[in-house]
């Protein structure tokens, strides 16, 4: 029953902003860190930004001083406040987390870490 959902995406013209939110629902019985993926055509999926439940944030090179992470921990969600955009931002978006999860099996139920990804949401920049 896990779900990550994404929204905020869409069509914006270079130097412009946009605001990703994903939001985490289900059993989850912890967080150990969220964060953003893209992905292009043609290219692998990359790490944008992420943070840890302690509040620890990492970006990539290419995003840092324009996007900004943060997360909202009592509504299990991470947004990604993106400015200054350029064409080469353009990509899917996925939202990832690194969650603590009850698990049934044989020998009853365990709680396990394991990734989810969102769905994706499109993020397209203009020149």
């Known amino acids: 029953q896990v779900q990550l959902v994404e929204s905020g995406g869409g069509l914006v013209q270079a130097g412009g902003s946009l605001r990703l939110s994903c939001t985490a629902s289900?059993?989850?019985?912890?967080?150990?860190?969220m964060g953003w993926y893209r992905q292009a055509p043609g290219k692998q999926r990359e790490l944008v930004a992420a943070?840890?439940?302690?509040?620890?944030?990492n970006y990539a090179d290419s995003v840092k001083g324009r996007f900004t992470i943060s997360r909202v921990n009592a509504k299990k969600t991470v947004d990604l406040q993106m400015n200054s955009l350029k064409p080469d931002d353009t990509a899917v978006y996925y939202c990832?987390?690194?969650?603590?999860?009850?698990?049934?099996?044989?020998?009853?139920?365990?709680?396990?870490?394991?990734?989810?990804w969102g769905q994706g949401t499109p993020v397209t920049v203009s020149s």
């Open positions: 990832n987390a690194d969650l603590r999860v009850p698990t049934a099996s044989a020998m009853g139920v365990t709680y396990l870490w394991y990734d989810y």
């Open positions: 289900g059993s989850i019985v912890s967080i150990n860190g």
């Open positions: 943070i840890t439940s302690g509040g620890t944030t």
